[in-house]
C-alpha cells in the first residue's frame, strides 16, 4: 500500500511537473508571441513612417495643382488625376528616358564585373613590385570631389571625340571603380589563401583561380557592387547633363529635371513620373535585398 | 577556351550595337551650328525644334543642331564647357555674367546687319542685358518683370476692394493684414525677396553712391531706413508667410506660386511666367506692379536673357545669322505665337495674341518703369555690399529687433560695408 502510495504520489509529482513543464512551455511560447507581436507591431507602424514619403508622393502624383499645398493638407485628392500619369508620359518620353538608363546601368554593369575582380584580384592575391603604392594611388582617386575632376574629364573625353555619345558615361567602367576595387579586395582577402594553393597543385592556372574559385567566393560582394552600380547609375544626374546632346539620350534621371521649369515645379506629373521611375529600383531590392544586407554586412558598409 | 572568346566577341559587338558614336554626317558646304537652350513655361522643347526646322529649311548652308537642357542643369554645362575651353555651343544663353568674357563682341556683326539695331529692343534690357565693358556681347531674348497677382476671389470673399495700380507700401500693408486669415492659414502678400530692389528703389534708396566710393548716407539714408522700416511694419503685421514658410513651402526658389494657386497666399510677387500657370489652374487673378512711393520714381525689377556666339566658335558669321535669327523680330515673333513668351522687342510685343487681356496690358505697364537692374549691372559690387549689410535684413526677417532700433542697426551695417565695398572696388572696380 505504501509502495502503491509512495508510487501514486511518484506518479502525480510527474504528472504535475509535466503540467508544470507545459504550463512553463505555453507561458513562454505565449511570451514569445507576445513579444513577436509587439516587435512585429513596432516594425510594422516603423515601415509605414517610412513609407509616408512614398505614400504622399503616390497621391501628390494623383492631385491637381492647387490641392497640393492646401491647408489642412490632405493625404486623398478629391478626385484621382490618374491623366497626370499619362500627361507625364505623353509630354516627355520617359519611356524612351528608362531605356537609356537601362543600357547605361548593364554597360556599366558589365564594366564593373569584368574590370573590378581582375584588379582587386591582383592586388589581393598577386605579388608585383609597386603594388602597395599603386594600391595607395588607386585609393587616393577616392578622396578627389567628383566636382574637381568634371573639367579635366570633360576636356578629355572633348579631344577624344566621345561627347554627345554614351562613351563618357561608360568607359570609367571597364577600368574600374576605385570604391569596388578597394571593397573587392578587402572581401578577397578574407578568403583562404589555402584555397587558392590547393587549387594551384591540382595545376589552375591564375585565371582558372580567380574565375572558379575567388569570384564565385565573392558573389556578396559583387552583388553589393552591382545594386550600387545600379543606383548610382539610374540616379546619376551631373555626368549625363554634361555629356550628352542628343534629348532621345538622356536617362531618366535628367529627363525627370525637365519638369522643373524656369518659374516652377509641375509637382504632380513630377511626382507622377518620378514614382515610376523608382519602380525598377524598388523591384532590384526586393530581388537583391537577401544578397544586398548579406553582402553589406559582410562588407562592413553598415551605418 | 572558345566559349570565352566567343562571349567576349558578343559583348564587344553588343557594345558596338548599343553605344551611339559620332554625330551627323552632313554634306561639307553645310555649317553645323550648335544651340543649347533649356526648356520652360515660355518655349517649349518642340516650340524650339520647330523654329529650328523653321531656320534650317529657309538656310541652306547652315545646320542649326539643337541641345535641349534641363533648365536646372544649364548652367553647370555651360560653366564645365567654358572652363575646359572646348565643346562649348556656337550659340547659347550667356546668362551668368561671369560667362561675358567668353562671348564673341557682335559690335562689327551689329553695324554690318540692316536687320538688327540697338534702337530695336527695349533700352533697358538692351543696357542691362546685351552690353558689357562697351561691348556687344549678346542680343536680349524676351523679358520678364515682378509684379503682384492677386487673387481676386479672395478679395472678394473678404470684401476687399482690389489693388490699384498706383498703390502705396502702406496700402500693400493695409491690404494683405485685411485678407489674411489665420484659422485657414492664409496669407495677405508675400515679403520682398531681398532689400534694394524694386521697392527700395521706390523708395529712393541706394546702398552706396553711383561712384562707388561711400556707403554713409546711403545704406543708412532716410529712404534706406524707411524702406527697412516697412519692412518692419510687414513682417510685424503677420500677414505675410514667414521666411521658413517660403523655403519650404515655396517653389525652389522660384517663387511662391503653389501657395498663391492653393489660395493660402492672396497677393503673391510673382512673374509673367507664373501667369500661364494661373490661367491654366482657373485662378481668379489681376495684376498690378509692386508698391509705389507717392512722388518719387518707380523701378520694376525686371530682366532679359542674354544670347550670345561663344568666343571659340569656328563658323562666327553662321552663328550670328542664326543668332540674329532666334532673338531678331523672326524668332521672336515664332516664340510669342507659340508660347507663353513676352518678346524683348517692343514692335513685336504689341502684336502678342493675348495683347487686350486685363493681364497682358498690366503686363505692359509695369514694363514701362525704369528697371532695378540698371542701377546694379553697372554697380558689379553692389551684391558684395548687399552681403556685409545682410544682417539688418535677417535680424527684421527674423522679428530680432524692434522697429525703433532699424536705424542704429543700419548706421552698426555701414562700416562693414564700407570695408566690403572698398575691398570689391579694389578687385572689380567701381
Redesign the interface.
Known amino acids: 500500500m505504501s509502495l502503491n502510495s509512495s508510487a501514486a504520489r511518484t506518479n502525480d509529482s510527474l504528472v504535475d511537473r509535466d503540467r508544470q513543464l507545459r504550463r512553463s512551455n505555453r507561458t513562454t511560447a505565449l511570451r514569445r508571441l507576445a513579444g513577436n507581436g509587439f516587435l512585429y507591431f513596432i516594425m510594422v507602424v516603423l515601415a509605414l513612417i517610412f513609407m509616408i514619403p512614398l505614400l504622399w508622393m503616390f497621391t501628390t502624383s494623383l492631385k491637381t495643382r492647387q490641392e497640393i499645398f492646401v491647408w489642412p493638407p490632405t493625404w486623398l485628392p478629391n478626385t484621382p488625376q490618374w491623366g497626370n500619369y499619362v500627361e507625364a508620359f505623353d509630354k516627355y518620353p520617359l519611356a524612351r528616358f528608362m531605356f537609356n538608363s537601362a543600357v547605361l546601368v548593364m554597360i556599366n554593369s558589365l564594366g564593373e564585373v569584368l574590370s573590378v575582380p581582375l584588379i582587386a584580384f591582383a592586388f589581393a592575391r598577386l605579388r608585383f613590385p609597386g603594388r602597395k603604392i599603386l594600391f595607395i594611388l588607386m585609393l587616393s582617386t577616392m578622396m578627389i570631389p567628383g566636382q574637381i575632376k568634371l573639367i579635366p574629364l570633360f576636356s578629355m573625353f572633348s579631344r577624344l571625340g566621345m561627347i554627345g555619345t554614351y562613351w563618357p558615361l561608360v568607359l570609367p567602367s571597364f577600368f574600374g571603380n576605385p570604391f569596388f576595387i578597394f571593397l573587392m579586395v578587402q572581401y578577397m582577402r578574407t578568403i583562404p589563401r589555402d584555397l587558392d594553393e590547393a587549387a594551384r597543385i591540382d595545376g589552375a592556372s591564375t585565371w582558372v583561380i580567380l574565375y572558379r574559385i575567388i569570384l564565385p567566393l565573392s558573389l556578396p560582394a559583387v552583388t553589393v557592387m552591382l545594386v550600387f552600380t545600379f543606383l548610382w547609375t539610374w540616379n546619376d544626374f551631373i555626368s549625363p547633363l554634361i555629356y550628352l546632346s542628343d534629348f532621345n539620350s538622356y536617362p531618366i534621371s535628367v529627363g525627370l529635371a525637365f519638369f522643373q521649369g524656369r518659374y516652377s515645379v509641375e509637382w504632380n506629373m513630377f511626382m507622377a513620373a518620378t514614382l515610376i521611375s523608382i519602380i525598377p529600383v524598388l523591384a532590384l531590392y526586393f530581388f537583391a535585398q537577401r544578397h544586398l544586407i548579406g553582402g553589406i554586412s559582410t562588407l562592413g558598409l553598415k551605418g | 577556351m572558345w566559349q570565352r572568346s566567343r562571349f567576349i566577341s558578343l ?1 564587344l559587338f553588343a ?1 558596338i550595337l ?6 551627323i554626317t552632313l554634306a561639307q558646304d553645310v555649317v553645323t551650328i ?1 544651340w543649347w537652350t ?5 518655349y517649349s ?1 518642340e516650340v524650339q525644334r520647330a523654329l529650328v526646322e523653321q531656320f534650317n529649311a529657309e538656310h541652306p548652308n547652315i545646320h542649326v ?1 539643337i ?7 544649364f548652367t ?2 555651360m560653366t ?2 567654358l ?5 562649348a555651343p556656337d550659340v547659347a544663353f550667356f546668362w551668368d555674367n561671369n560667362w561675358f568674357p567668353q562671348a564673341l563682341d557682335l559690335t562689327a556683326y551689329i553695324e554690318a546687319d540692316p536687320d538688327i539695331n540697338p534702337e530695336m529692343y527695349f533700352e533697358g534690357f538692351w543696357n542691362t542685358r546685351a552690353v558689357w565693358q562697351d561691348k556687344i556681347v549678346g542680343l536680349p531674348l524676351g523679358v520678364g518683370a515682378n509684379f503682384v497677382m492677386y487673387n481676386k476671389d479672395v478679395f472678394d470673399e473678404m470684401g476687399v476692394p482690389y489693388p490699384s495700380p498706383d498703390w502705396t507700401t502702406d496700402e500693400y500693408i493695409a491690404t494683405a493684414v485685411a485678407l489674411t486669415d489665420p484659422e ?3 496669407w495677405g502678400g508675400d515679403r520682398p525677396r531681398g532689400p534694394f530692389r524694386a521697392i527700395w528703389r521706390n523708395y529712393g534708396a541706394f546702398p552706396y553712391s553711383d561712384d562707388s566710393t561711400t556707403v554713409e548716407g546711403f545704406l543708412n539714408s532716410d529712404a534706406a531706413v524707411a524702406a527697412y522700416t516697412w519692412l518692419w511694419d510687414l513682417v510685424a503685421s503677420g500677414a505675410t508667410p514667414t521666411p521658413a514658410d517660403i523655403e519650404i ?1 515655396g ?2 526658389g ?2 511662391p ?3 498663391f ?4 497666399l492672396a497677393m503673391a510677387t ?2 509673367q ?2 501667369v500661364l ?1 494661373a490661367v491654366e ?1 482657373g ?1 481668379n487673378f489681376g495684376i498690378v506692379p509692386e508698391p509705389q512711393i507717392p512722388g518719387n520714381e518707380r523701378y520694376v525689377n525686371a530682366w532679359s536673357l542674354t544670347a550670345s556666339v561663344w568666343a571659340g566658335t569656328a563658323h562666327p558669321d553662321e552663328a550670328y545669322e542664326w543668332l540674329s535669327y532666334w532673338v531678331g523680330p523672326e524668332g521672336q515673333q515664332f516664340l510669342m505665337e507659340n508660347g507663353q513668351f513676352f518678346p524683348s522687342l517692343p514692335t513685336v510685343l504689341e502684336t502678342h495674341p493675348d495683347a487686350d487681356e486685363d493681364y497682358v496690358q498690366a503686363f505692359f505697364q509695369v514694363l514701362e518703369h525704369r528697371q532695378v537692374a540698371e542701377w546694379v549691372n553697372a554697380h558689379p559690387c553692389n551684391s558684395t555690399v548687399l552681403r556685409a549689410a545682410v544682417d539688418a535684413w535677417d535680424l527684421i526677417n527674423l522679428g530680432e529687433i524692434e522697429r525703433d532700433e532699424v536705424e542704429a542697426t543700419l548706421d552698426s551695417l555701414v562700416e562693414p560695408a564700407q570695408a566690403a565695398l572698398d575691398e570689391c572696388v579694389g578687385r572689380l572696380g567701381g
Do not use: C, F, K, Q
Not at chain 2, 261 to 264: E, I, K, M, N
Open positions: 559583348v557594345l548599343v553605344i551611339p558614336v559620332g554625330g550648335e533649356v526648356n520652360s513655361e515660355e522643347e543642331n541641345t535641349v537642357l534641363p533648365e536646372s542643369g553647370e554645362r564645365t564647357t572652363g575646359a575651353g572646348s565643346g485657414l492659414r492664409r513651402l517653389t525652389e522660384t517663387g506660386i503653389d501657395l494657386l492653393a489660395g493660402r510673382l512673374n511666367g507664373h500657370t489652374s485662378v
